[in-house]
């Protein structure tokens, strides 16, 4: 066993864990059931819902849970009810479409006028501008229950349609963690003055919040979740984690040594083939140390930003394209480990659904829940959190095993780089479009921030 492997799995080992029950630990999978779990402990809450995602969407489902949440505070007014969400994101529209006056904010006013109850919906303002870095942090805190998923709050992400956005759902019934989470929300952020309620008559510009705002900012880079744990090896049990930006952060440092210390096999989600520097370098690194990859991305017409064909097109749309033809790189580069099957790619594609998966599974011990895209972004601009799942004995193999077989159940193994589309097959407006961000090197930027 090499140094660089002994080294991650000590640092792993020495993580402050929490321990967990098997029969505390749930996984769905499926949107539609995660839109049910949301609602039915939403019902069942009795003294605290805090959720936290990077938006609640003015639309058919955002409202279903906007409006389960008011009814649970008039069942329960001493309810304690929060909901954080990105600060930025809540006072524009949706990319792409025109300008409104109508926005998710004004939409919250609106609705805690007219029930007047008094829940708190609070933005988080991360950076000075949306597109230098957003809150994304993640977890629906039920009393002392976890739901935890990547995905926010909208038609698409809880299927209210026809069309879902596939993330993962796990459900932990936990009090420490719940209240670790908590607790963190509360000290970290809900204290500071650069936070604004998003539902009250005014709402406080981001000028107003400017000076607080530094101190948040320098505080996140510093963070994480305080609580009595232990350094467990041979226990069922939990770390969450959390970061923002590239030095001291706990997150990042995690998925690292995740990586450096598998020995075996390593499972990767993540929807945006754009990995950092550090991850690649990484993903090198295993590979040539013998160890078995899966990588699940989503195919280019499964990501957010892919506009159909028959659609007009818009500059944002181009990213999907991007990312493909990252990933042609590196099958080019990996050819023949996909040939000898130690490397697998894995496209999801269902119909017109998206995929919004992230996370690790690492030599079947270790099983990483996140928000983190495994990407620039996330690793230098966001703030991110996850939770870090040890299953030294196997107890939650069932439910591992049947998430990835409903994962890998819409996905197609690439088995050479022919698979994969090239410039040469981009609509001609496409094509026009990456040669020109080449050309002055913007495709770089572009990559690093979004």
Same mark, same amino acid.
């Given at each position: 066993?090499?140094?660089?492997?002994?080294?991650?799995?000590?640092?792993?080992?020495?993580?402050?864990?929490?321990?967990?029950?098997?029969?505390?630990?749930?996984?769905?999978?499926?949107?539609?059931?995660?839109?049910?779990?949301?609602?039915?402990?939403?019902?069942?809450?009795?003294?605290?819902?805090?959720?936290?995602?990077?938006?609640?969407?003015?639309?058919?489902?955002?409202?279903?849970?906007?409006?389960?949440?008011?009814?649970?505070?008039?069942?329960?007014?001493?309810?304690?009810?929060?909901?954080?969400?990105?600060?930025?994101?809540?006072?524009?529209?949706?990319?792409?479409?025109?300008?409104?006056?109508?926005?998710?904010?004004?939409?919250?006013?609106?609705?805690?006028? @007219?029930?007047?109850?008094?829940?708190? @919906?609070?933005?988080?303002?991360?950076?000075?501008?949306?597109?230098?870095?957003?809150?994304?942090?993640?977890?629906?805190?039920?009393?002392?229950?976890?739901?935890?998923?990547?995905?926010?709050?909208?038609?698409?992400?809880?299927?209210?349609?026809?069309?879902?956005?596939?993330?993962?759902?796990?459900?932990?019934?936990?009090?420490?963690?719940?209240?670790?989470?908590?607790?963190?929300? /509360?000290?970290?952020?809900?204290?500071?003055?650069?936070?604004?309620?998003?539902?009250?008559?005014?709402?406080?510009?981001?000028?107003?919040?400017?000076?607080?705002?530094?101190?948040?900012?320098?505080?996140?880079?510093?963070?994480?979740?305080?609580?009595?744990?232990?350094?467990?090896?041979?226990?069922?049990?939990?770390?969450?984690?959390?970061?923002?930006?590239?030095?001291?952060?706990?997150?990042? /440092?995690?998925?690292?040594?995740?990586?450096?210390?598998?020995?075996?096999?390593?499972?990767?989600?993540?929807?945006?083939?754009?990995?950092?520097?550090?991850?690649?370098?990484?993903?090198?690194?295993?590979?040539?140390?013998?160890?078995?990859?899966?990588?699940?991305?989503?195919?280019?017409?499964?990501?957010?930003?892919? @506009?159909?064909?028959?659609?007009?097109?818009?500059?944002?749309?181009?990213?999907?394209?991007?990312?493909?033809?990252?990933?042609?790189?590196?099958?080019?580069?990996?050819?023949?480990?996909?040939?000898?099957? /130690?490397?697998?790619?894995?496209?999801?594609?269902?119909?017109?659904?998206?995929?919004?998966?992230?996370?690790?599974?690492?030599?079947?011990?270790?099983?990483?829940?996140?928000?983190?895209?495994?990407?620039?972004?996330?690793?230098?601009?966001?703030?991110?959190?996850?939770?870090?799942?040890?299953?030294?004995?196997?107890?939650?193999?069932?439910? %591992?095993?049947?998430?990835?077989?409903?994962? %890998?159940?819409?996905?197609?193994?690439?088995?050479?780089?022919?698979?994969?589309?090239?410039?040469?097959?981009?609509?001609?407006?496409?094509?026009?479009?990456?040669?020109?961000?080449?050309?002055?090197?913007?495709?770089?930027?572009?990559?690093?921030?979004?």
């Amino acid at each position: 066993m090499s140094n660089r492997i002994k080294q991650g799995l000590s640092y792993l080992n020495n993580l402050k864990k929490i321990p967990l029950d098997v029969q505390s630990v749930e996984c769905l999978f499926a949107a539609k059931a995660f839109k049910h779990e949301l609602l039915s402990q939403i019902e069942k809450a009795q003294k605290r819902i805090y959720l936290v995602a990077l938006y609640l969407e003015a639309d058919t489902a955002g409202a279903e849970i906007l409006l389960a949440l008011y009814e649970a505070k008039r069942r329960i007014p001493t309810l304690d009810v929060v909901v954080c969400i990105d600060y930025h994101r809540a006072q524009r529209g949706l990319i792409g479409e025109k300008e409104s006056k109508s926005t998710n904010a004004s939409w919250y006013q609106e609705v805690e006028k @007219i029930h007047d109850l008094g829940i708190k @919906i609070v933005g988080i303002p991360v950076k000075r501008k949306e597109i230098f870095g957003v809150q994304h942090l993640k977890g629906f805190i039920f009393d002392d229950k976890v739901l935890y998923s990547g995905a926010s709050f909208n038609d698409i992400y809880l299927h209210q349609n026809d069309r879902y956005r596939y993330d993962r759902y796990w459900l932990l019934k936990n009090k420490t963690l719940a209240d670790t989470m908590v607790d963190f929300l /509360q000290k970290e952020i809900l204290s500071s003055d650069a936070t604004a309620l998003l539902n009250a008559p005014r709402i406080t510009p981001f000028n107003e919040l400017k000076k607080a705002h530094k101190k948040l900012v320098r505080n996140l880079r510093q963070s994480y979740f305080h609580y009595e744990g232990e350094m467990l090896t041979d226990t069922l049990s939990v770390a969450p984690l959390c970061g923002l930006g590239v030095r001291h952060n706990a997150l990042n /440092q995690s998925i690292r040594k995740l990586l450096q210390s598998t020995q075996k096999e390593l499972v990767l989600f993540t929807p945006y083939f754009n990995f950092p520097g550090a991850i690649a370098r990484d993903i090198t690194d295993l590979l040539q140390r013998g160890v078995k990859l899966t990588i699940v991305v989503g195919d280019k017409t499964a990501n957010d930003f892919y @506009i159909p064909l028959d659609k007009p097109f818009r500059t944002i749309g181009g990213l999907p394209y991007l990312y493909e033809c990252n990933l042609k790189r590196f099958v080019t580069q990996h050819q023949a480990r996909i040939k000898t099957q /130690q490397l697998s790619i894995n496209l999801w594609r269902h119909e017109n659904n998206s995929f919004h998966l992230k996370g690790l599974y690492c030599d079947q011990r270790f099983i990483l829940l996140t928000g983190h895209n495994l990407n620039p972004r996330a690793w230098r601009l966001d703030v991110e959190n996850g939770l870090l799942i040890d299953d030294p004995k196997q107890q939650l193999k069932t439910l %591992m095993d049947k998430e990835f077989a409903q994962i %890998m159940a819409n996905t197609r193994r690439i088995q050479d780089v022919d698979d994969i589309e090239g410039l040469q097959d981009y609509p001609e407006h496409v094509r026009k479009l990456l040669v020109r961000l080449r050309r002055v090197k913007a495709d770089k930027l572009v990559k690093g921030i979004i």
